[in-house]
């Protein structure tokens, strides 16, 4: 007998890790999570946290907490060029802010890796089922056709585990993709990278100039993020190894250096405070599962930082996945519906990989000086508003039923999000009221299925459908003159049902079925019986 038995071992105890631990509680599962690191990220990482990832945030009630610890959106949601910061050259763009709202109860925030980390540590660890170590390292994993076997070493000693399934999130260096034999496909690495953290008395030097990121045409071409809009700051810059450089070139004083010249101030006092060399990379993963093993994170893409996709990507990917997970081993899914993972999520982790690569190609430009300051500006601003891949991406798989209408086809499928409940796209958000309290239709997607419906009656066909196969589906039913507890004067028209239709919305918040007809329990428990690939 193993030391541990689980439903599911989770391999690396970063964002995307963290998250499907979350998950796995949310959903009633047990879970190991197994990370080397003796604890959370030191160096921000990432920043960037999406819309979407903001309402994965907002449904497991730490929004709160994400804000408090991150930057006010009005001095971050900016972008920055300039030959230093305090240049006479410097432009500023700010983020639509206004234009994207009406999309979502939530919107992109600004809060470093470190941050984010500890607040989705905290909460993994409080949630029931969840079992997260730090400083214990897998070191062997393998699977039969009912589990998987691994072993995992710490201080305490060696122990073995017996779990269901597993997750591979141990980043884009993966061992576990290693062990498994998945290759990776994408362009050459595009570059040596050197993270340089410090901090310095910065911000009273950048009136009317906050932002999040500042690209600097400097003497050594650089990015400089804000950490937390205080005293810590992180330079990007890079070397080329075929040109002599190598990560020893940048020595305490050759750093120190780069920060006053990106800065402008010659002598400014500069504490370091860590450097880290990384490798730029967009590639992806040839197969995002392997028999009862999955990909999840950096293991399966990995992208650019420009555009902050990565970890965002890879969060949605622990969100598609867990509840799949979850209805295959509760016995309401067939062992089909896992098939769909990689269905869904490989070409959007492949589409977000190429949309980073796009955007990195356009910072390499600038910061060869191929494009000019206010050129440079409109492109990098207008590359900073992506809704339109952020919530619009959609999935076509056996885990949705086409309705056999068509795609949105905006001018600018990057830039702008058309909100639609088509089967395979996110559920919009619209404003809703029950009772004295406003809410968005998010709030009304559980972790079972859910029936959105205009038509009074489908709540009925959903509890016959439950009864009939022992799926979680919860039913609302939403009206325009309060004859329901929900009340909303345009959700049906933006869900396409009519006045008697409804919607399935799967756990993970996209449209799995859409119907104009009237309440059928019939035609929703075949809808649920393909979507739950049963039989």
């Known amino acids: 007998m193993a030391d541990f038995e689980v439903d599911v071992l989770i391999v690396g105890g970063g964002p995307v890790g963290l998250a499907a631990s979350i998950e796995c509680s949310r959903h009633g599962l047990t879970s190991l999570l197994v990370e080397r690191h003796a604890g959370t990220s030191i160096f921000p990482k990432a920043r960037l946290v999406s819309t979407r990832t903001m309402e994965l945030v907002r449904a497991w009630g730490v929004a709160d907490e994400v804000e408090r610890v991150g930057l006010p959106r009005e001095d971050s949601l900016a972008v920055g060029v300039g030959s230093s910061l305090t240049a006479a050259d410097f432009h500023r763009e700010v983020a639509p802010i206004a234009e994207d709202a009406p999309q979502s109860p939530t919107y992109t925030y600004i809060c470093a890796q470190d941050r984010f980390e500890v607040v989705l540590r905290d909460l993994a660890e409080r949630l029931p089922g969840g079992d997260v170590r730090f400083a214990t390292t897998l070191t062997s994993l393998d699977q039969d056709e009912s589990g998987v076997d691994g072993v995992v070493e710490s201080a305490s000693g060696r122990a073995t585990v017996r779990a269901r399934y597993a997750i591979a999130a141990d980043g884009g260096r ?100 860590g450097v880290m060399p990384w490798l730029q990379q967009a590639v992806t993963a040839t197969r995002f599962r392997s028999g009862r093993v999955f990909l999840a994170g950096d293991s399966a893409h990995v992208s650019t930082p420009q555009g902050g996709f990565g970890m965002n990507c890879g969060i949605q990917d622990a969100h598609n996945l867990v509840w799949k997970l979850a209805a295959v081993l509760s016995g309401t899914a067939g062992e089909a519906l896992l098939d769909t993972y990689e269905a869904e999520r490989h070409p959007i982790g492949e589409r977000t990989v190429g949309e980073s690569l796009a955007n990195a190609f356009i910072t390499f430009r600038m910061m060869e000086g191929e494009l000019s300051m206010k050129e440079a500006i409109a492109r990098q601003a207008g590359r900073r508003s992506c809704e339109g891949l952020v919530l619009g991406f959609h999935y076509e798989s056996a885990a949705v039923v086409p309705d056999g209408t068509g795609a949105p086809t905006p001018v600018d499928p990057y830039r702008t999000y058309v909100p639609t409940a088509r089967p395979g796209h996110r559920a919009p958000h619209v404003p809703v009221r029950r009772g004295a309290e406003e809410l968005s239709t998010l709030d009304l997607v559980g972790t079972g299925l859910t029936v959105l419906a205009a038509g009074r009656g489908w709540a009925q066909a959903a509890k016959e459908v439950a009864a009939r196969t022992g799926a979680a589906i919860a039913a609302v039913e939403v009206s325009t003159d309060g004859a329901t507890d929900v009340v909303s004067p345009t959700w049906a028209s933006v869900y396409g049902v009519g006045e008697a239709g409804a919607v399935l919305v799967r756990p993970d918040g996209h449209v799995a079925w859409r119907t104009t007809a009237p309440p059928s329990a019939d035609a929703l428990a075949a809808a649920v019986a393909t979507v739950l690939a049963r039989a």
Not at 237 to 253: I, K, L, R
Request: proline share 8%; charged share 25%; aromatic share 8%.
């Open 174 to 273: 993966s061992t576990v993709r290693e062990r498994l034999g998945i290759g990776v496909e994408g362009p050459p690495p595009l570059g040596h990278m050197i993270s340089i953290m410090f901090d310095a008395d910065v911000v009273p030097l950048l009136t009317d100039r906050m932002c999040a990121l500042y690209f600097i045409r400097s003497a050594v071409p650089c990015a400089v993020e804000a950490v937390d809009n205080e005293r810590r700051w992180i330079i990007q810059t890079g070397y080329d190894p075929e040109e002599g450089g190598s990560e020893a070139d940048f020595t305490p004083e050759f750093c120190v250096r780069v920060v006053r010249e990106a800065v402008g101030v010659p002598d400014l006092e500069v504490e370091l405070v």
